[in-house]
């Protein structure tokens, strides 16, 4: 598997649940990021977490990073139909050249 | 402010033929990516520029492709002879300073050969 997969591939959640999307990686990082891209376009950024921090908050967003495990988990609180996009995790590889690393993403869908 | 800008949106072609899409990056920044994104995939490296740096051409799938980056700003890919398999959608991203921090991405341009 490549570096930075997200599980579930594809999730669906009623509105106002909360989605918790996850990511894995392989090697040591300096940091890890969270886009979400709308219809195919382009992305937006989210949240960067450093491998010193373990959790991070934004608005709704909650991010947790396990250098540990390697993983790293996106929770949505009480979504919204807004919300329905496709998130990405990318890494930054700490013996890596000057690139980020995408994972293959999770498809969300909110159900009004 | 302006963010990062592509174009054309849309591009069609016929198989065979080159095609030119343009980024225009968020100014001063000076690390610039190329990414290629088929329907439904996540996002593939194709080529990053940082600064006066010779490009990380890694990504590049075969020698149809090239990139070039004028003046440190616009940033051009050409793909020749087009072939079907190079349908999908081409992103540029830019960061100020060096790749490995928040990336800005454009809109994107849709290329579809036919």
């Known amino acids: 598997s490549q570096q930075g997969e997200e599980d579930p591939q594809a999730l669906s959640i009623q509105e106002g649940e909360n989605a918790t999307m996850n990511c894995s990686y392989k090697?040591?990082?300096?940091?890890l990021q969270w886009y979400r891209q709308n219809s195919g376009r382009g992305l937006v950024h989210l949240i960067l977490i450093r491998s010193n921090e373990r959790e991070k908050h934004s608005g709704r967003l909650r991010v947790t990073l396990d250098t540990s495990k390697k993983s790293s988990s996106l929770l949505i609180t009480a979504s919204r139909a807004a919300d329905t996009a496709s998130y990405f995790c990318a890494t930054d590889a700490r013996r890596g050249n000057e690139k980020l690393t995408f994972g293959t993403g999770t498809r969300l869908t909110i159900i009004p | 402010g302006a963010g990062v800008s592509q174009s054309p949106s849309n591009k069609v072609t016929e198989k065979g033929k080159d095609v030119e899409l343009r980024c225009d990056p968020i100014?001063?920044?000076?690390?610039l990516y190329w990414y290629r994104q088929s329907l439904g995939q996540g996002l593939e490296f194709l080529i990053y520029f940082q600064g006066n740096s010779a490009p990380d051409k890694s990504g590049l799938p075969s020698d149809r492709f090239s990139a070039e980056r004028t003046g440190g700003s616009v940033s051009t890919l050409t793909i020749q002879r087009t072939q079907q398999e190079d349908s999908a959608v081409y992103l540029c991203?830019?960061?100020?300073?060096?790749?490995?921090?928040?990336?800005?991405f454009g809109p994107g341009t849709r290329l579809l050969v036919l």
């Open positions: 090697t040591s990082i300096n940091n």
């Open positions: 991203a830019s960061s100020l300073f060096q790749g490995k921090e928040t990336q800005y």
């Open positions: 100014s001063g920044h000076t690390a």
